[in-house]
C-alpha cells in the first residue's frame, strides 16, 4: 500500500513539471480584445474587464510559451490601472474583505466591487503560492500582486495582507524586495497605516543582511514614514551600511 502511494505521489509530481505549452500568440490577440474598450475611452463595464482578466492570468499562470511574461506583465498592469480607476467612484468604511461583507453589502453595484476585490485578493494569494521551475518572472508576477494588495488595502482591512508583505520581504530577491518596500512606502504615507513589530525588525535585519543599496534606502524611507526613525537617523544607518560594506 505504501509503495502505492509512494508512485501516485511520484506521478503527481511528474504532473505539476510537464507544463502545458500554450499558443501565446491566440492569447495577446484575445488580452487586446478584452482591454480595447478600456483603452479607446469607449463605454466600459469595469468589474467586468477586471474579471476578465483575473480569469486569462489564472489560465495562463501555469503555462509556458514565447512571450507569456511580457503578456503576463500587462495582464496584471492592466488589472491595477482598471481597478484603480473603478475605486474612484465609490466611498469605502474600510471593513474587512470577505464573504460576510458581500453577503451584507445591500447596494448591488458596491456589492461587485467588493465581489471583484476579494477576487483580486484570490489572485494575488495564488500568485504567492504558486510555484513552477525555471520562473524567471515569479519576482515580478510577485511585485505586480503586492501593488494589488496596496491598492486593496487602501480600501479595505485584509487580515492575512501583512502575511504577503512578510513573504514578499523574506523572498531575497532585490528586486521584489525594492518595490515592496516602494509601495509599502506609498500605503504608509496614504493611510498612515501600522506596521506589526515583527515586520520592523524584518526591515533592520534587512538592512543589516543586504549588499543592495536600493534596498538599505527602501527600508530607511519605510522606518522614517512610521516613526521608527529620523531623517537624521536613517542617515546614519545608511552611513553605516556604506561603511561596512564599501568600507568607507
Known sequence: MQKHQKQMIMNLFDQEQNYE?????RI?????????PYHSSQSCDLIALINRLIELEKKIIDKKGKNKNRIEAKILNSIEMAYDDLILDFEFDCEN??????????????KRVHSTSLEIF?????????????????????GH???????????????????????????GRDHLLIQTLDELNSLITETEEE???????????????TKNRSVVVGCSNVLISIGEESEGSAL?????WKEKNYNY
Do not use: H
Not at 506596521?195 to 533592520?204: A, G, R
Open 21 to 25: 505549452e500554450m499558443d501565446f500568440e
Open 145 to 171: 500582486a503586492v501593488g494589488l494588495l496596496c491598492l486593496l488595502l487602501t480600501e479595505y482591512y485584509i487580515k492575512e495582507g501583512f502575511d504577503i508583505f512578510r513573504n514578499a520581504l523574506n523572498s
Open 236 to 240: 546614519m544607518i545608511i552611513d553605516d
Open 97 to 110: 474583505l470577505d464573504e460576510a461583507l458581500i453577503a451584507n453589502t445591500k447596494d448591488q453595484k458596491l
Open 122 to 142: 484570490n489572485l494575488i494569494k495564488l500568485i504567492f503560492e504558486f510555484k513552477m521551475k525555471k520562473d524567471n518572472f515569479s519576482s515580478k508576477r510577485k
Open 28 to 36: 495577446e490577440k484575445q488580452l487586446s480584445e478584452i482591454v480595447e
Open 195 to 209: 506596521l506589526p513589530k515583527d515586520l520592523i525588525q524584518t526591515l533592520y535585519q534587512l538592512i543589516k543582511k
